[in-house]
């Protein structure tokens, strides 16, 4: 019986103009927590979707418990006792937590022994009890539409332990989780471990690494550069490793220069679609130079600002001025071109879109503007230019360049699209919402010196971000948001974290 319950040897998967997973070897024991790290589209995803069976290896075997295996798909990987969480959520948004959970598994029963119908009843206890078993409390009936993000990412877990999975991978299982919710979620994981199940974690942050791992593989690039025994390692080398070279931990700032006000926010409230008052009576302003972060807990009513700013959400009461003129009910397109530049929290839903080209994403804010449109013909040259320049400058990383479908490049490499396509508008307000989340610390380094440079050309900056060392490292002037309303705004220096995160649970105000 071999020692490992999972080996995969010189593992290789090609796509269209890139290698993925060039001749890669791991192998893992049961009952530890394995992590696999390296940069957005370093080939992490897709050597455990190859395990889970969503694509099958061009070159290489896959051995689960010694046993020699072709998996050729996830219902057979499920058979295997094998699950995976993806990074974006496979659920049905108007179907029951529990009818997500038995999808494909339904058990029946006969209708006076003859007609079948789903026994819905017993799986809701099941579901509950399993549920608290595994400290993953949810609510059987509840709707995956009206639940948040945490507990949806319970639902994707518990699918896995009632289909009975001994290996479970987590791929990016924090990048949309809040700083308490991703403490939790790495408590679930230590406890499934403690259950005797082996872990594989697909991630980029290093600190969360640190706290739970056994072992640590790195890719970087389609390549297997080193494994690492966790606790011996610092953050720092695993880093270097992951990135390929020294990798600065704090952002170089220079002082702050700052100009006339560039955004003005006055008394803005904002009502959802139940008439609830998500953000109340807030007022703020931006110079040229200077970034304003607004620090808070995810659900305070930031994204609402960002979006009202934007003009995707609807202004109740209140002014935004953008260079002293009113632009409170300006469509979007009029926004933009007054000089609003706005990178969303949700890449897929409102950055891109999925089945459009690279090229094409990278003009969507220009496409009918000389040069790329003339007397409304569209110029495909101008717009194939314009990709390789902004591919090149922002190192935007995907298998057929500027003809490369958005939706295949990695999430990383998608959130470099659309950084780049914003900053290259040139306007004088950038709103960045969440601008590293799902990133690797090389990226991170990279937008973060990103946002200085635009601070340093005279831009005004609004960034919102649930990361605090992010809000703290980057910003000059810091507001926290707690319950839709601004409860302190000092400079950044004048402000420790203890103080920023007091404000952001509403324990102290002014």
């Known amino acids: 019986m071999s020692d490992y319950i999972v080996e995969m040897k010189n593992i290789t998967k090609k796509f269209p103009g890139i290698v993925a997973n060039d001749s890669v070897n791991i192998q893992i024991k049961k009952g530890e927590i394995y992590a696999l790290l390296?940069?957005?589209?370093?080939?992490?995803?897709?050597?455990?979707?190859?395990?889970?069976?969503?694509?099958?290896?061009?070159?290489?075997?896959?051995?689960?418990?010694?046993?020699?295996?072709?998996?050729?798909?996830?219902?057979?990987?499920?058979?295997?006792?094998?699950?995976?969480?993806?990074?974006?959520?496979?659920?049905?948004?108007?179907?029951?937590?529990?009818?997500?959970?038995?999808?494909?598994?339904?058990?029946q029963k006969k209708f006076l022994g003859i007609l079948p119908y789903v026994d819905i009843k017993s799986s809701n206890q099941k579901i509950a009890d399993l549920s608290k078993k595994y400290g993953l409390e949810v609510e059987p009936t509840k709707r995956i539409e009206e639940v948040n993000v945490s507990i949806q990412q319970r639902v994707e877990i518990l699918k896995m332990l009632y289909r009975e999975a001994e290996i479970l991978i987590f791929d990016e299982p924090t990048a949309i989780l809040t700083p308490q919710e991703i403490e939790f979620l790495l408590d679930i994981i230590r406890g499934l471990r403690d259950a005797g199940k082996t872990i594989i974690l697909i991630t980029?942050?290093?600190?969360?690494?640190?706290?739970v791992a056994d072992r640590c593989a790195i890719l970087c690039r389609g390549k297997l550069i080193d494994v690492l025994d966790v606790a011996s390692t610092s953050t720092k080398e695993m880093a270097n490793k992951m990135v390929g070279r020294e990798v600065s931990f704090e952002t170089e700032k220079p002082e702050a220069e700052y100009g006339a006000e560039v955004l003005s926010v006055q008394n803005l409230t904002v009502r959802d679609e139940n008439k609830f008052e998500v953000v109340k009576n807030v007022s703020f302003s931006i110079r040229s130079g200077e970034i304003l972060a607004i620090a808070g807990v995810s659900g305070n009513g930031q994204i609402e600002i960002a979006d009202a700013i934007a003009g995707l959400a609807h202004v109740s009461e209140g002014k935004i001025l953008l260079n002293g003129k009113d632009i409170t009910h300006y469509n979007i397109r009029k926004r933009t071109l007054e000089g609003i530049s706005y990178i969303p929290e949700d890449r897929q839903t409102y950055g891109l879109v999925l089945d459009f080209t690279l090229c094409d994403n990278l003009a969507l804010k220009n496409y009918y503007q000389e040069p790329f449109a003339k007397k409304g013909i569209i110029n495909h040259q101008e717009f194939e230019k314009f990709g390789e320049k902004l591919i090149e400058e922002y190192d935007i990383r995907s298998g057929q360049g500027n003809k490369t479908e958005v939706r295949s490049m990695s999430g990383g490499n998608q959130q470099k699209a659309i950084i780049a396509r914003e900053v290259e508008q040139d306007s004088s307000l950038t709103i960045f919402v969440q601008p590293t989340r799902g990133l690797d610390i090389g990226a991170i380094e990279n937008i973060h010196n990103q946002i200085i440079e635009e601070r340093s050309k005279g831009k005004a900056i609004l960034l919102i971000s649930l990361e605090l060392e992010e809000v703290m490292n980057l910003a000059d002037t810091i507001a926290v948001i707690y319950n839709g309303e601004i409860l302190k705004t000092a400079e950044a220096k004048s402000l420790t974290v203890k103080e920023v995160g007091e404000f952001m649970m509403g324990v102290k105000s002014e």
Do not use: C, W
């Not at 980029?204 to 706290?211: A, Q, S």
């Open 38 to 107: 390296g940069e957005n589209g370093a080939g992490k995803s897709t050597l455990m979707s190859m395990l889970f069976g969503m694509y099958e290896p061009d070159e290489g075997e896959i051995f689960v418990r010694g046993k020699k295996e072709t998996i050729s798909s996830p219902n057979y990987a499920t058979q295997l006792n094998i699950g995976m969480v993806h990074q974006h959520f496979k659920l049905v948004s108007n179907y029951t937590i529990a009818e997500n959970i038995i999808m494909g598994v339904e058990p």
């Open 204 to 211: 980029h942050k290093l600190e969360e690494i640190k706290k």
